[in-house]
């Protein structure tokens, strides 16, 4: 059976919809992918999450056959999006962080350039988008704002209703308002239509908002991979007091220690009860007991690892 024959039954009975497995990448002497492994499932909202910089873009376009990895494969629908871009490209919503959009035209000439791709493209949903979005149709691409160059990009991405929409910083130099409705017509889309989403973004308060699988990157490689709700049983975050603060760091399941004054917050890697337990052990007084954000978690566990030379996922 060909790789093409293959690929819809494999989705139907194993739910993957993307898998990346130990894929590498160099831009020269740069390490940009190292050794990166992700599997993606039908329905899924999966964030990934890091600095800029951290390979997110490098990997979204393995996922979109536009490099030929290394080392490691890409499968998208079970197929190589190099070997298949026709097969796997007509299945993905794509919104780049750079908007590449012809910027001579006017906004109904490429939404109707657009749709000529795509066989499966529904104008009655674009034209439902054109007016949420108040989308200014007859002004040229170039007119336009961050805000409405975005949505443009997200409506072109969405119209063909795809089966796998991947989104690179979507809501990046954004206002509030303009954020906002990106991530609530994301939300909305999965909720009615099951779709599967990648959502890459460095602002970790908007991908803890809508994702259920979090995948974290520091320098091309996975330093914490697991579901949102996994996530925050595993950590817990603890504002203590002391009379003299104890040395805290060298505690195993101590992530990251913030002096604040008379107080110091400290996050665990562990349960409340653990944390506490702790923190009276070492002669401290619990003022309170939080669940930390996806915040606080990255940025703790990215400093532990980085100043102990290695990383684990999770």
Not at 171 to 184: H, M, N, T, W
Not at 245 to 272: A, D, K, M
Request: charged letters at 25%.
């Amino acid at each position: 059976m060909s790789e093409i024959e293959e690929h819809n039954s494999s989705i139907n009975m194993n739910g993957t919809v993307l898998r990346v497995e130990n894929l590498t990448k160099h831009f020269g002497k740069k390490k940009v992918l190292d050794n990166v492994s992700i599997e993606v499932m039908q329905g899924q909202v999966y964030g990934l999450v890091g600095e800029n910089g951290a390979g997110k873009t490098t990997l979204i376009q393995h996922i979109l056959g536009a490099y030929v990895p290394e080392k490691g494969s890409v499968r998208v629908f079970n197929l190589n999006p190099v070997l298949y871009p026709k097969q796997v490209l007509s299945r993905i919503g794509y919104l780049s962080e750079t908007r590449d959009m012809p910027r001579w035209m006017k906004v109904h000439q490429l939404i109707s350039y657009t749709s000529a791709f795509y066989p499966s493209w529904d104008m009655g949903y674009a034209e439902r988008l054109i007016k949420e979005f108040e989308l200014p149709i007859n002004l040229r691409v170039r007119s336009l704002s961050r805000g409405e160059l975005a949505k443009l990009g997200l409506l072109l991405a969405l119209a063909h209703r795809p089966d796998l929409l991947l989104l690179d910083e979507p809501s990046s130099g954004l206002d509030p308002v303009a954020r906002l409705d990106i991530l609530s017509t994301v939300v909305r889309s999965v909720a009615e239509e099951g779709r599967t989403v990648l959502f890459s973004s460095h602002l970790l308060d908007e991908v803890e908002r809508i994702s259920d699988y979090v995948c974290m990157i520091h320098k091309g490689k996975i330093v914490f991979s697991a579901s949102l709700e996994d996530i925050r049983s595993q950590f817990s975050l603890v504002v203590a007091k002391w009379e003299k603060i104890p040395q805290l760091v060298e505690e195993e399941r101590v992530v990251q220690v913030i002096n604040l004054g008379r107080e110091t917050r400290i996050l665990f890697r562990c349960s409340e009860k653990d944390a506490v337990e702790v923190v009276k052990a070492k002669g401290g007084t619990v003022i309170k007991v939080m669940a930390p954000e996806l915040q606080d978690i990255f940025v703790g566990y990215v400093k532990k690892t980085k100043k102990e030379g290695q990383y684990e996922e999770a």
